[in-house]
């Protein structure tokens, strides 16, 4: 069974830049998650799908970033303007349930220089 | 707001040493609540998930306890080895449809050889 796929792996871009991360869950997982982890902390979760509709993003700076889930598969993550402090990893998982055993992503590197 | 407390922030042991890894949150209403592994520039590995009516549960060498009432989950590793060095984080589950998770910043194991 193919795990969660994320791409891409690193993106090194200016302040003020805008970034996109694509996400692909297990097959046949309905929840997908947006992790975001700052070096040194735990993950810190920015939006929950529930096929393509968003159960949760409370934590989503909107004014930045935004998400999509088209046809309730695959995800994109997109910040635009970047600021110094968006530098951290973005991780996707999914689940089937919520609730049960989540499935990460190796995440995708973000450096804002 | 949950909050979630590990202890401690690193560890180092000789191999072969069985050793606890500590979990607190201030939330006891929780669906259930799972440990994960993470190595340096990967994403997280879910390791043990423990319902809320459950009191542990156990994989391998490794044991995780659940005291919902007082806040806290124990992770037990027997035996330890130099290939269990990892960042080890726990996440209990909200009791929210959602089910969201909410890490702690994990605790670094560290296993000499």
């Known amino acids: 069974e193919a795990g969660v796929a994320q791409s891409p792996r690193y993106k090194i871009i200016e302040k003020r830049q805008s970034v996109a991360f694509w996400c692909n869950p297990i097959?046949?997982?309905?929840?997908l998650y947006w992790y975001q982890q700052i070096l040194g902390q735990g993950p810190k979760l920015l939006i929950q799908f529930q096929n393509n509709g968003v159960v949760d993003d409370s934590q989503l700076p909107k004014d930045r970033f935004s998400a999509e889930r088209l046809k309730g598969v695959d995800s994109t993550l997109k910040i635009q303007p970047a600021k110094l402090e968006d530098s951290a990893v973005y991780l996707c998982?999914?689940?089937?349930?919520?609730?049960?055993?989540?499935?990460f992503g190796e995440g995708s590197w973000l450096t804002v220089v | 707001k949950q909050e979630v407390t590990q202890i401690p922030a690193a560890l180092s042991v000789p191999e072969g040493e069985n050793l606890v890894l500590n979990c607190s949150f201030t939330?006891?209403?929780?669906?259930?609540l799972q440990w994960f592994r993470q190595d340096p520039g990967k994403g997280l590995t879910s390791l043990l998930l423990i319902q809320s009516s459950q009191r542990e549960q156990t994989s391998g060498r490794l044991n995780a306890s659940l005291d919902k009432s007082s806040g806290r989950s124990t992770l037990y590793i027997a035996a330890s080895q130099p290939g269990d060095s990892a960042t080890y984080l726990c996440?209990?589950?909200?009791?929210?449809?959602?089910?969201?998770?909410?890490f702690g910043s994990g605790t670094q194991l560290t296993v000499l050889p």
């Open positions: 939330d006891s209403a929780i669906y259930n």
């Open positions: 998982a999914s689940s089937s349930p919520p609730g049960n055993t989540i499935y």
């Open positions: 996440a209990p589950g909200g009791s929210g449809s959602a089910r969201q998770l909410t």
């Open positions: 097959s046949g997982h309905a929840t």
